[in-house]
């Protein structure tokens, strides 16, 4: 499997490649820099810049492509996937994980005052659905037919094209207005798991799933990354907020073989956490022991 993937990600190019996953990107729901964070390093050097979490998949065969999450950066994320795509207009499909900010705001870009889509597939979980159908702005989307709600049911796969399928899992994450989804990409090769946003991995195993299984099971997954660790928020008492550390699950899947830890991608990081930049000392550490940082641009042959 090893060799599979590495090689199927060094040949992640449109020209070799007929599925391909994108990561279009990585902050957490407020980006980075953060609005009020007048210190931040990336207001003055624009490659610190994150752009708020989201996937990107083209299949290059079928000329069709999807995007993950409708963020806060959805305009510069939609440019980006259609040029490696080498298409125009909106996606063939949005799916959204939940109603955070971050996570689907982006839909507004959609709409009768921006780009006016016609019918652009957006699947949700059931509650996210209800969500966006009953209360404005989103509803408006639904009534001028910009936005066509598709409902999935957990576990049940959308097959999006012959080589490409989609399912979910309902995750726990705080649900003022939804349930949130974490979702499974299954490609020709390879799937990829994405899960931005989770409380902890104890409350999913409560449900049933274990994401030691999930990571044995699967090619790459991308995992909340929110915070570091507990020292992140000085005079803030991190025990009552949720999200699974970096270090925490680092310390899981230590004992497993290089070849699995290796399939974990740490994504959606706050502005606060260290690993947002390339050559810090946490950086360092999550390299060397063996776990990857997603960053954006990076693409995945599937
Ligand atoms: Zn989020
Ligand atoms: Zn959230």
Known sequence: MLTILAAAIQAASPAQCSVELVVLGVSQDGGTPQ???QDDLAWEDARLRRRVVSLGLIDHEAGTRY???AT????EQLHDLNEMAGTEGAPDGVFLTHAHIGHYTGLMFLGFESMSASEVPVHTLPLMAEFLSTNGPWDQLVRYENIDLQVMAPGAPVELTPHLAVSAWD?????????TAGFRIEGLELSVVFIPDIDSW??????????????????????DATFFDDNELPGRDMSAIPHPRVTETMDLFQDYPDEIRQRIRFIHYNHTNPIRFEDSAETLEVL????????EGETICL
Not at 203 to 223: L, R, S, T
């Open 72 to 75: 806060p950066d959805f305009r």
């Open 35 to 37: 609005v009020n964070v």
């Open 202 to 223: 104890e409350e999913w195993a409560e449900q049933g799933i274990h994401i030691e299984d999930v990571v044995m099971e699967n090619d790459v997954i991308y995992v």
């Open 171 to 179: 995750v726990p994450h705080r649900r003022e207005y939804a349930e």
């Open 67 to 69: 995007m993950f999450e």
């Open 288 to 295: 060397e022991r063996g776990y990857r940082i997603a960053r």
